[in-house]
């Protein structure tokens, strides 16, 4: 049976995170998240994430290499035989050509737009504040935690990502349009591009997620994608 591979495309702040935990926890397969790998990795103060650490600082993405190398290393683990969502890769048309090489023939590949206006996602980002224990996300703005800084799931210490900041924020806007944005065209014309319409309560995009995930079981055709043959295989 092939892998159910979703990945989620959005602005900053769109609910990428979010959603994907939503997914996991109903199709029990992972989520990956290359900035939370990256954030680790500066962390532990690794050879990636002293590579890194300067391009996320300014709200900049890092090398398509070094992201490329972290995915194909995460997804070879047994965790992700049965799939995977990915949540922030990949995110220039480079990455995704590479990604392209790890598909099979009997995979699903599901790419969901959460589509969400930029300006009104400011405060989604530099109000948030995440558990690194359990992931759960708040909002100072709309969902404030029960006490301030503490995490209501497991009690632990709630922190805000230092480039959930204003200026940063408007960098990673537009690091989004110009870089992320032509995946939009490039998985359309594959025919396995949705999407859905984030600006609605969480339980509804996440309803609307598994409903399409559920109905529209998509084959990608020899691990590359967007092709006559595989246009001929959706119309049948
Ligand atoms: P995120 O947590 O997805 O918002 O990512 C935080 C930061 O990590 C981004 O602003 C980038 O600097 C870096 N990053 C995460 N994923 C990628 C990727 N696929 N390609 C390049 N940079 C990335």
């Not at 979010?18 to 790998?37: C, K, W």
């Not at 590579?51 to 995460?74: C, F, H, P, T, Y």
């Amino acid at each position: 049976m092939g892998r159910n591979i979703v990945i989620l495309l959005g602005h900053p702040g769109a609910g990428k995170g979010t959603q994907a935990r939503a997914i996991m926890y109903r199709l029990d397969i992972p989520q990956i998240s290359t900035g939370d790998m990256l954030r680790e990795a500066i962390a532990r103060k690794t050879a990636n994430g002293k590579e890194a650490k300067a391009k996320m600082d300014a709200g900049e993405l890092v090398s398509d290499a070094l992201v490329n190398g972290i995915v194909a290393e995460r997804i070879s683990h047994d965790d992700c035989k049965k799939g995977f969502i990915l949540d922030g890769y990949p995110r220039t048309v480079p990455q995704a050509e590479t990604f392209s090489k790890e598909l099979s023939n009997d995979d699903n590949l599901f790419v969901i737009e959460i589509g969400a206006q930029s300006d009104g996602l400011t405060n989604r980002l530099t109000g948030r504040w995440i558990c690194p224990g359990c992931g759960e996300i708040y909002n100072t703005y709309s969902r404030a935690p029960k006490k301030e800084g503490v995490c209501d799931v497991c009690g632990w210490t709630l922190f805000h990502r230092s480039d959930d900041r204003e200026d940063l924020v408007r960098e990673r806007f537009r690091t989004y349009n110009e870089e992320t944005f032509p995946l939009v065209d490039y998985y359309q014309k594959q025919g396995v591009y949705y999407r859905v319409d984030g600006m609605r309560p969480i339980e509804e995009v996440t309803r609307e997620i598994l409903t399409l995930i559920d109905k529209k079981k998509v084959l990608i055709p020899a691990g590359r994608g967007g092709n006559e043959e595989f246009a001929k295989r959706r119309r049948h």
